[in-house]
C-alpha cells in the first residue's frame, strides 16, 4: 500500500480550477519531490494531502486516512512546514518547539533537531526577532518535531544560504532510511536531483511528467553544451562549419559550444589538428533544469495550440 495516494485531486477557487485532476502515490521511505512553476497548483495539492483544504474532487489516502475527515491520529502522522510559518513575535525558539512537542505523543528530541538545523545559539531569541533563514529552519524543526510518519515540506529552503540549505538537506537525508516518507515542494533543481528518488512536475494544475529526477533529465532533448578557452585564437565559422556543431558563441576569452552528443569529441579533434589546445574544458549533461524549462515550454505551447 502506498503511504501517499492522491487520485484524480481537483480544487476550485471561484471559477478557476487550478487543481486538475492530479493523481500520484508516494511509497512508505520515499522522498518524493513536487516541482513546477509559480502558481501550479503545488502548495494546493500538498495543503488537501495536509488536510488544511478540502478538495473539490478526487480522493486521497495518507497511511490510509482521508486528511479532510481525521482527527488526533491524523494529526500524530503527519508533519507540516507551510510556506510561510508564522508564530507569536514574542515568543522565543525554545518555547515554541516545547509546546509543539506537547502536542504529539512521541516527539523527538528538539534540542538535537536545533543543533542540527543550527539554531542552537538562537533558543532565547524571539520569533520575531530571528531572520528569514532562521525562521525556516525553525519552520522545517516544527514539522519534524513530532516524529511524524510523513512529512510534508513546502519550499524548505528558500530563504536559506547555500551553507544553511546544505545542512537541512543533510538532515534529510538522515532520516531518509528511518522510514518517514518526504514529500517536498521545491523550486530548486538541485534540492530535487539531490533528495528525491521521484519527482511529479505540475503545471496549471496537471501532472505533466513523472519520474525520476535522472529519467527525467534523460528524456529532454537537449544539445550538448561545451566550454573552453583556445591556447590559440580559432574562427568560430571553422568551428560551426563542424558537422556535429549547432552554435557557437564567444564570451570573452571563452568558446561555447553546443551540438549532438557527439560535440566535445569532434571540436576538440578538430582543435589537436589545428595544434589549438582547449584549456579549463566544461562539458554540461542536460540537467533537471534542463528538463522543468522544455517540459513546462512544451506545455505551454500546446495549451496555445489548443486555445488558438
Ligand atoms: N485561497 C485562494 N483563493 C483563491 N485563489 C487561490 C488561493 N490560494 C491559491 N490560489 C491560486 O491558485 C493557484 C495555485 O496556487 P498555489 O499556491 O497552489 O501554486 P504553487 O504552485 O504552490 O505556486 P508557488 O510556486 O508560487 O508557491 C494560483 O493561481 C493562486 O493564485
Redesign the pocket.
Known amino acids: 500500500m502506498s503511504m501517499i495516494d492522491v487520485r484524480d485531486l481537483r480544487k476550485v ?2 471559477n ?1 480550477t ?2 486538475d485532476g492530479v493523481s500520484f502515490a508516494v511509497d512508505e521511505g520515499e522522498i518524493f519531490g513536487i516541482l ?10 500538498v ?1 488537501c494531502i495536509g488536510g488544511l483544504r478540502v478538495p473539490d474532487g478526487g480522493t486521497i489516502s495518507v497511511a490510509g486516512m482521508d486528511p479532510s475527515k481525521e482527527g488526533r491520529e491524523f494529526r500524530e502522522t503527519l508533519g507540516f512546514q507551510l ?1 510561510e510559518s508564522r508564530l507569536p513575535d514574542k515568543q522565543t525558539v525554545a518555547q515554541a518547539l516545547e509546546l509543539y512537542s506537547s502536542f504529539y505523543s512521541h516527539p523527538r528530541d528538539w534540542r538535537e533537531l536545533l543543533e542540527r538545523l543550527g539554531l542552537v545559539e538562537q533558543q532565547k531569541t524571539y520569533f520575531g526577532k530571528l531572520s528569514g533563514g532562521q525562521k525556516q529552519r525553525l519552520s522545517v524543526a516544527l514539522a519534524l518535531i513530532g516524529n511524524p510518519r510523513v512529512a510534508i515540506l ?2 524548505l529552503t528558500t530563504g536559506l544560504d547555500p551553507a544553511a540549505r546544505r545542512e537541512v538537506w543533510g538532515l534529510l537525508e538522515d532520516l531518509k532510511g528511518t522510514g518517514v516518507t518526504l514529500l517536498l ?1 521545491s ?1 530548486f533543481m538541485e534540492e530535487a536531483e539531490r533528495l528525491c528518488d521521484r519527482v511529479v512536475v ?1 503545471d496549471r ?1 496537471r501532472v505533466i511528467a513523472a519520474d525520476t529526477p535522472e529519467g527525467l533529465a534523460a528524456g529532454v532533448v537537449a544539445d550538448q553544451r561545451m566550454s573552453f578557452v583556445p591556447s590559440a585564437p580559432v574562427d568560430p565559422a571553422f568551428l560551426q562549419g563542424l558537422p556535429d556543431v549547432h552554435t557557437v558563441n564567444v564570451n570573452g576569452d571563452r568558446v561555447v559550444v553546443t551540438g549532438t552528443d557527439n560535440v566535445a569529441a569532434a571540436v576538440i579533434i578538430a582543435l589537436h589538428e589545428r595544434q589549438v589546445a582547449a584549456a579549463r574544458l566544461r562539458v554540461d549533461q542536460p540537467s533537471l533544469d534542463d528538463a522543468f524549462v522544455a517540459l513546462t515550454r512544451e506545455d505551454e505551447n500546446r495549451t496555445n495550440e489548443v486555445t488558438a
Do not use: L, S
Open positions: 477557487y471561484g478557476r487550478v487543481v513546477g512553476p509559480n502558481g501550479a497548483g503545488k502548495t494546493t495539492t495543503e510556506q513546502d519550499e515542494v523550486h505540475i494544475g
